[in-house]
């Protein structure tokens, strides 16, 4: 009897949340390319689900135009944010209703994985000069974990859990946490209140996967912040970027979400558990950002389907 082929792995589709920063942009997109050169046999598209092209429906597009009809999509972010937990599950149950007959299982975000931690110790050895040698005595040197910020916040807890996971065994003084917008401490109090703490030597951290308006402002501001404090020492390190280790992760993801094991945190989601001051969300229905660029259908302003968030009410397999 002669075996029957196959099926083929499904399709990766990489959902970025978008930038204004053109050079942030391209670096998604050459890291997706990337991940396509990685494996030749796979088919690979990533695209955006506001501010940058491709919109993420464009990919969905080409993928199904290469005769994909199953793919895993991959939230290409640190935190489980309302992105993660309900713009790109809303944006993928509207894709399917485009393009019957498709089916898709949705990832979980990146989080604070222990291979993102050693990029992020090498971004600090980098900062202090010391790349390639010993890092010195890092008991004098306390670091400031910089995070997007949110309104969610269990995705801002998530930035201390990454910032404690950073701290643990490897000799810094301490490391805070602070962000860049919509959630407190900001970087300037961030970096006061490392001072307060004792510190004489910071290194300020951005907790990013690529370059942005947002990183470029954290620096901006710790720059504004040293000029104003002489007599601390501050440094700025680099985002994670394109490492290895980011592509092997997002592998890693890729083959959760196509074993269906799927394992996302809902104790302290803002949509499933009423939380101080934000028992509003709870149940919320979600709505798919319409991105500018994406002209397979047309709606007015508002308009999107009540999917409810990634984790509670659209299961990880879909379809």
């Not at 074993?259 to 709505?287: H, S």
């Not at 994406?294 to 009540?306: A, S």
């Amino acid at each position: 009897m002669t075996a029957l082929p196959s099926a083929p792995p499904p399709a990766l589709l990489i959902a970025g949340h978008g930038t204004r920063d053109a050079a942030g942009a391209e670096a998604f997109r050459a890291f997706v390319r990337e991940l396509g050169r990685r494996r030749p046999g796979l088919p690979v598209a990533g695209g955006f689900i506001e501010l940058s092209p491709p919109p993420l429906g464009e990919a969905v597009a080409e993928l199904v135009e290469r005769g994909v009809r199953r793919f895993a999509a991959v939230p290409l972010m640190l935190v489980s944010a309302g992105h993660a937990k309900g713009d790109i599950p809303a944006a993928l149950a509207r894709e399917k209703e485009r393009h019957p007959g498709i089916s898709y299982a949705y990832g979980r975000p990146l989080g604070p994985h222990p291979s993102l931690l050693a990029v992020l110790e090498r971004r600090l050895d980098e900062a202090l000069g010391v790349a390639g040698r010993s890092p010195g005595d890092r008991s004098e040197v306390t670091v400031l974990l910089v995070g997007r910020g949110s309104t969610d916040p269990d995705a801002n807890s998530e930035v201390y859990k990454a910032a404690r996971l950073l701290w643990e065994g490897r000799g810094y003084a301490g490391v805070e946490t602070a962000f860049v917008s919509l959630a407190a401490p900001d970087v300037p109090s961030g970096l006061d209140r490392c001072v307060r703490l004792g510190a004489r030597r910071i290194v300020v951290l951005p907790y990013f996967l690529f370059t942005g308006v947002l990183p470029t402002r954290v620096r901006q501001q710790t720059e504004g912040w040293a000029a104003a404090h002489p007599a601390v020492e501050v440094r700025s390190a680099d985002v994670i970027g394109p490492e290895p280790e980011l592509l092997d992760l997002v592998m890693e993801r890729y083959a959760e979400a196509v074993r269906g094991d799927v394992r996302m945190n809902c104790d302290t989601c803002v949509y499933r558990i009423a939380l101080p001051g934000f028992e509003e969300k709870v149940g919320a229905p979600q709505q798919p950002h319409f991105h500018p660029d994406d002209d397979g259908h047309h709606h007015g302003p508002g308009h999107g389907h009540g999917h409810g968030h990634g984790h509670s009410a659209a299961p990880s397999h879909v379809g």
